[in-house]
């Protein structure tokens, strides 16, 4: 009697899961290895990805800070359903962030972005200490924060590889 195993890729969160016996999950292990291998050389029917995203110093310095994240309202739909108030400021932050001439972002302006779209946050300021003590941000001087590595790494398990490193 075969055994139950699973065989799970994630690919930033566009997931494949298959389970089932032993056999039945190897023959789709095989066809895995098959496309992860295409992607990777890029050859065969398998559709190319997209370039990728400059890096932030890159974007700032060809002068187009956030257009390589498109519009502001685009990237915020990115976010998933679930995503907390916190999530959500996070990511503002991210994008102002992109824009600016010095690499951060404030609470007020982050939390305006948002409010164009029509996301009203209960609290903007608790969401971007509560970022800070996630270390998922940074201040760099009173009311102006940096995302940090750990919190660029949240976001792209959020929102994909559409957030630079």
Same mark, same amino acid.
């Given at each position: $009697?075969?055994?139950?195993?699973?065989? *799970?890729? #994630?690919?930033?969160? *566009?997931?494949?899961?298959?389970?089932?016996?032993?056999?039945?999950?190897?023959?789709?292990?095989?066809?895995? !290895?098959?496309?992860?291998?295409?992607?990777?050389?890029?050859?065969?029917?398998?559709?190319?990805?997209? &370039?990728?995203?400059?890096?932030?110093?890159?974007? *700032?310095?060809?002068? #187009?800070?956030?257009?390589?994240?498109?519009?502001?309202?685009?990237?915020?739909?990115?976010? &998933?359903?679930?995503?907390?108030?916190?999530?959500? $400021?996070?990511?503002?932050?991210?994008?102002?962030?992109?824009?600016?001439?010095?690499?951060?972002?404030?609470?007020?302006?982050? #939390?305006?972005?948002?409010?164009?779209?029509? =996301?009203?946050?209960? #609290?903007?300021?608790?969401?971007?200490?509560?970022?800070? $003590?996630?270390?998922?941000?940074? $201040? =760099?001087?009173? !009311? *102006?924060?940096?995302?940090?590595?750990?919190?660029?790494?949240?976001?792209?398990?959020?929102?994909? &590889?559409?957030?630079?490193?």
């Amino acid at each position: $009697m075969d055994q139950s195993a699973r065989l *799970r890729i #994630n690919l930033a969160q *566009r997931e494949f899961e298959v389970e089932g016996s032993e056999a039945f999950v190897r023959s789709f292990a095989d066809r895995f !290895g098959d496309l992860l291998d295409q992607l990777e050389t890029g050859e065969g029917a398998v559709a190319a990805a997209p &370039p990728a995203p400059p890096s932030a110093a890159e974007a *700032r310095s060809a002068g #187009n800070g956030a257009a390589a994240l498109g519009s502001f309202g685009e990237f915020i739909l990115r976010l &998933p359903s679930s995503s907390t108030d916190v999530d959500k $400021m996070l990511a503002s932050g991210f994008y102002m962030q992109q824009q600016s001439a010095d690499d951060a972002f404030g609470t007020a302006d982050a #939390n305006k972005r948002l409010t164009e779209q029509g =996301i009203k946050l209960g #609290n903007p300021s608790q969401c971007v200490k509560q970022s800070l $003590m996630a270390k998922r941000v940074f $201040m =760099i001087t009173k !009311g *102006r924060y940096r995302v940090s590595q750990p919190g660029r790494a949240y976001l792209r398990q959020l929102l994909g &590889p559409v957030v630079p490193d």
